[in-house]
T-cell receptor
């Protein structure tokens, strides 16, 4: 099982450029999340999805967009990149309530993004 | 409002000694889960231990134990017999629910642990 796969692992963007961070999970999890982690800080929720076609904002959604057309994929789009978006981005998934392993969250290995 | 508070930015511990990492939380939901994650310098998030709000006993996983004091809203992580490989950032996190719609994890700011030989 691959778990949660994020690509790319590293990326340098120029101010104003756009990019999509990819996230794919093969565990048939309904719940998926995007977090960002600034240096020396905890993770903050950007967006989440409770199933295909359903997404909602987290704590820090400004400057980002998401879509969830399939259960497996949850891409994060950065439009007009700004230096404040320099961070490490984690995608995570969870089976959600009703599952015996409800307490399990699986994280991807992260994408380190620098905006210059 | 801050839901998870970790007051220790950094700690040093001697190899083979035990260390306690503090975590307090804030919720009005009677059903919640508390998690600890380890983040080594390589960056990945490693799940360590879980405690449910209705669990009667404190959770243990190998050298990790969770000191759960519900009335004080405290969920401290105890690492026994510290090893050099325990040097990492440690995060406390909470999930509220099943009344919650998103079942997201809310994270504290983390504690950096450095194990000295």
């Amino acid at each position: 099982n691959a778990g949660v796969t994020q690509t790319p692992k590293f990326r340098i963007l120029k101010i104003g450029q756009s990019m999509t961070l990819q996230c794919t999970q093969d565990m048939n999890h309904n719940y998926m999340y995007w977090y960002r982690q600034d240096p020396g800080m905890g993770l903050k929720l950007i967006y989440y999805s409770v199933g295909a076609g359903i997404t909602d904002k987290g704590e820090v959604p400004n400057g980002y967009n998401v879509s969830r057309s399939t259960t497996e994929d949850f891409p994060l789009r950065l439009e007009l990149a700004a230096p404040s978006q320099t961070s490490v981005y984690f995608c995570a998934s969870s089976p959600g309530p009703g599952s015996p392993s409800f307490y399990g969250y699986t994280f991807g290995s992260g994408t380190r993004l620098t905006v210059v | 409002a801050q839901k998870i508070t970790q007051t220790q930015p950094g700690m040093f511990v001697q190899e083979k000694e035990a260390v306690t990492l503090d975590c307090t939380y804030d919720t009005s939901d009677p059903s919640y889960g508390l998690f600890w994650y380890k983040q080594p310098s390589s960056g990945e998030m490693i799940f360590l231990i879980y405690q449910g709000s209705y669990d009667q006993q404190n959770a243990t996983e190998g050298r990790y134990s969770l000191n759960f004091q519900k009335a004080r809203k405290s969920a401290n992580l105890v690492i026994s017999a510290s090893q050099l490989g325990d040097s990492a950032m440690y995060f406390c996190a909470m999930r509220e629910g099943p009344g919650s719609n998103d079942y997201k994890l809310s994270f504290g700011a983390g504690t950096t642990v450095t194990v000295r030989a």
